[in-house]
């Protein structure tokens, strides 16, 4: 994902258009790599940009990205590794606590109960 102008001398944050552009570009490539069974770039991508915003302290496009995350487009593996990335910044990210209850309920009609209850362990 590209940097952000936020980490540029003199140069404000993205207006929200900015973010909503960059949030939808990461994740139609996601969706798009989930939907060619390439689970493991997929999960490379999760890591390698999340990691990157929060090198940038972009929060707000973190935040952004977990607002219009489709869960349903996304396999258990994956949504593990979003809530992973940003467990250390779950109580500054706004958005993380709904995207938890979104990626539990669609684990939970994927893998039942017990198995969504194991899997995120901590991640709450």
Same mark, same amino acid.
């Given at each position: 994902?590209?940097?952000?102008?936020?980490?540029? &001398?003199? @140069?404000?944050?993205?207006? /929200?258009?900015?973010?909503? #552009? $960059?949030?939808?570009?990461? =994740?139609?490539?996601?969706?798009? %790599? *989930?939907?060619?069974?390439?689970?493991?770039?997929?999960?490379?991508?999760?890591?390698?940009?999340?990691?990157?915003?929060? %090198? +940038?302290?972009?929060?707000?496009?973190?935040? #952004?990205?977990?607002?219009? *995350?489709?869960?349903? !487009?996304?396999?258990? &593996? =994956?949504?593990?590794?979003? =809530?992973?990335?940003? /467990?250390?910044? $779950?109580? #500054?990210?706004?958005? #993380?606590? /709904?995207?938890? +209850? !979104? /990626?539990?309920?669609?684990?939970?009609?994927?893998?039942?109960?017990?198995?969504?209850? !194991? @899997?995120?362990?901590?991640?709450?």
């Amino acid at each position: 994902m590209p940097a952000s102008s936020s980490n540029e &001398p003199g @140069v404000e944050n993205p207006p /929200a258009g900015g973010e909503a #552009r $960059k949030s939808q570009g990461f =994740l139609s490539n996601l969706y798009q %790599l *989930a939907d060619q069974g390439q689970e493991n770039t997929a999960m490379r991508t999760i890591y390698a940009c999340f990691h990157d915003l929060q %090198l +940038q302290g972009d929060l707000c496009l973190s935040d #952004r990205i977990l607002e219009d *995350a489709d869960e349903g !487009r996304l396999s258990p &593996p =994956l949504l593990v590794a979003i =809530l992973t990335i940003t /467990a250390p910044l $779950k109580d #500054r990210l706004q958005q #993380r606590a /709904a995207f938890f +209850q !979104r /990626a539990r309920d669609a684990i939970t009609r994927i893998r039942g109960s017990e198995t969504a209850e !194991r @899997v995120l362990i901590g991640l709450e």
